[in-house]
């Protein structure tokens, strides 16, 4: 099970760190993507931290200005959101996959969190 938290209301150029919280003992095992989505929108890829958290990958998007990054210890992923932007407004997911892939699509993740809300305002 996964729990994402950390969203808010923000201004243009703040910054915010999203949480994704795992329950269970093999969280190590997993990769971990962040997706998001806008109403009437597909749900989008972010970024996603492989299991050992030695390979991340970002959309262009966010190149820059978002890091992933884990603590398996902790059972958590992080998105850390610098500079935001009224683009970056959505609905954020974390998921998790056992397995390879690309981890760019929603098709490859077998677990998903239920969503936290980032607006930023201009």
């Known amino acids: 099970q996964l729990q994402a938290s950390g969203g808010g209301l923000v201004q243009a150029g703040d910054s915010l760190r999203l949480s994704c919280a795992a329950s269970?003992?093999?969280?190590?095992?997993?990769?971990v993507g962040w997706f998001r989505q806008v109403p009437g929108k597909e749900r989008a890829f972010v970024a996603a931290?492989?299991?050992?958290?030695?390979?991340?990958t970002y959309t262009d998007s966010v190149k820059g200005r978002f890091t992933i990054s884990r603590d398996n210890a902790k059972n958590t992923v992080y998105l850390q959101m610098n500079s935001l932007k009224p683009e970056d407004t959505a609905v954020y997911y974390c998921?998790?996959?056992?397995?390879?892939?690309?981890?760019?699509?929603?098709?490859?993740?077998?677990?998903w969190g239920q969503g936290t809300l980032v607006t930023v305002s201009s």
């Open positions: 998921a998790a996959v056992l397995g390879w892939g690309s981890y760019q699509n929603t098709y490859e993740y077998q677990y």
């Open positions: 269970g003992r093999a969280f190590s095992n997993y990769a």
């Open positions: 931290i492989t299991r050992s958290g030695g390979s991340t």
